[in-house]
């Protein structure tokens, strides 16, 4: 389609039927209806127009092309007319390809323009837009370069494309010769020129830079305001945001809907999750319009924090505010619903929008996955593979992965996982963390050692998700020394790499090691959280260290004020326990602020088998029993007990207990790693092959040790003979 006004540039001498392009029909009143433009009507006698006109209709033309077809047959029409050593026309072929994202097309008109371009800022500024709108940030970065070589000086449009770069690159060193850059030209009072570095400085961290710049800037628009809060926000500083905000209402600027947006989203990125929703509250009773984005952040909160009734309120204030058609919106409805628990919701919802995208997909495989249904997850991550357009990307695979993982399920996860790999999708940090999860828990080292290399290989070892997976894995598998060497070389350690080293060392009984770890921690700083003392507790446990375990039991209530949780208080349990401190633990049990569960009485109970203290089993027992557990392990250890003593009647009648109830104990169960294959032995099964050398091999090492001292209990032994050959006739 055509201006009107471009009649005067058609020739009504040449009446040639060539190769012709259509543009789109678009409704108004200074475009003529859609018509044929032929070659050669463009091509008109010298006398009857001129060389600017030529431009300025091919610059109409081109900011109409909307495919690639158009595009270049314009770029065929400017060959022939002999205009193509326009700058300016370059520079418009330039930004029309850009447009339809033909970058590459771009490019090669930028490198094949006018030898006298080389100097035309225009064309400069219309390649770097570019390539930095499209992603391209080295590229842009390079041109830049090259264009102060050419002597070519940089200008307000182009330093704003630059420092967009640079900002992206996350390169400060290069970010700050471009802004000195900036100042040698005299651009530091260009407000759209100071507005991108305060945004590029944001983005590399360095807020004290950006606040300095702000502070200096003599004039300032609602974007010098709406960067330093986002910047903020992007830092998990919300202070520094709140501050901003106020500081803006205080020299009479009312924040828009987009400072809000961003004072809501730091508080929600710092965890301060209720403020958020104070925040929200307070913006709707000062009458600002809501919009999509703010919306998308509350709910996420509310997701977060798993208020499934806050969330239908937003739900309903979506519907009525017209905001279901955006799509984004829609996605973090599901997300929240599926955070929630409330699946069926999630997948209600799903169902009924009209258009999915792939993170609508990944949002509901997501909400099956978490809440424990991984086979559901991976059924709609099949019917995502046999979409037609769309296929699971790395988020699709590293859910249904993590789900299978989280579920126990180790050798599905695995074999998802190998599914992966073969069709090409490369993993991320999420998707390793997941499988050395699941390696961890099967002890598969070999395996452990692969996805190692596969981490090595794909420069992902600095990802401190990775590394604290591998510590985890190394540490679960017994290989200390590799564990320790991961351990050392993550350069920004964060809390759960220490919990993680400390957990590994204690459960393998390494307690002194686990002490050493614990003391480095504190030494650099970090302070210790629930999880870590739970570590540390269990790990002083299992090596008998009562003295340093009570200790520290209460430096973490007086000195790092954490209350004791159940764990808290099984531990110190059990570490009394084991040492034959019975009462004392005891003791603990009796005056514990919460009621005691069933594992912090297991704790006791398996003491009192230690050490063969019936009087204080049956009393807790007796505790068991009445909470009615389910825990069918508390019931053998009672049974246990009564056979080390020679109570066998007693022992029979705890036996009979626990089949009366129902419960069935599950049948132990040990694996080892060889040569890349998993053997698993269970307790009553002496079907599997190779067990005749195998028992002949256990024979041996039962001779070696009588002969250097060890007697066993004979009489546990053979209860537990009887008890699998009961388990044998049962099956």
Known sequence: ?????????????????????????????????????????????????????????FEHILRQCTGHKQCKQVHAQIITTGTSQSEFLAAKLVTAYARIGLIFDAQKVFDTGPVEGRSN??????????????GFYEQALKLYDKMKNLGVLGDGFTFPLVIRACAFMDRLKLSKNVHSHVLQMGFQNHLHVVNELIGMYGKLGRMDCARRLFDRMRVRSYVSWNTMVSSYAFNYDCDGATEMFRRMELEGLEPNPVTWTSLLSSHARCGRREETIQLFG????RGVGTTAEVLAVVLSVCADLAVVDRGKMIHGYVIRGGFKDYLFVENALICMYGKCGHVEDADKLFLGMESKNLVSWNALISCYAESGLCDEAFTIFSQLNNHPFMRPNIISWSAVIGGFSSKGRGEESLELFRQMQSIGVMANSVTISSVLSV???LAVLNLGKEIHGHVVRALMQANILVGNGLVNMYTKCGSFKQGHLVFENIDSKDLISWNTMIAGYGMHGLGENALRIFYQMLELGFKPDNITFIAVLSACSHVGLVTEGCRLFYQMIEIYCIEPQMEHYACMVDLLGRAGLLHEGSNIVKNMPMEPNARVWGALLNSCRMHKNTDIAEETATHIFNMNSEITGSYMLLSNIYAASGRWEDSAKVRISAKTKGLKKIRGLSWIEVKNKVFMFSAGNTMQGGLELIHGILKDLALQMEREGYTPDKRIIQQNVDKELNLMGEA
């Open 1 to 57: 389609m055509l201006h009107a006004s471009s009649q005067r540039f058609i020739s009504t001498s040449s009446r040639l039927h060539h190769t012709h392009f259509r543009f789109p029909p678009k409704p108004s009143r200074s475009f003529s209806k859609p018509r044929h433009i032929h070659q050669t009507q463009i091509i008109s006698h010298p006398s009857c127009t001129t060389h600017n006109e030529f431009l300025d209709f």
């Open 121 to 134: 800022l225009l064309l400069w500024n219309s390649i770097l837009r570019a390539n930095v709108s499209h």
């Open 282 to 285: 307070m913006m709707r009773v």
């Open 439 to 441: 390696c961890a828990e």
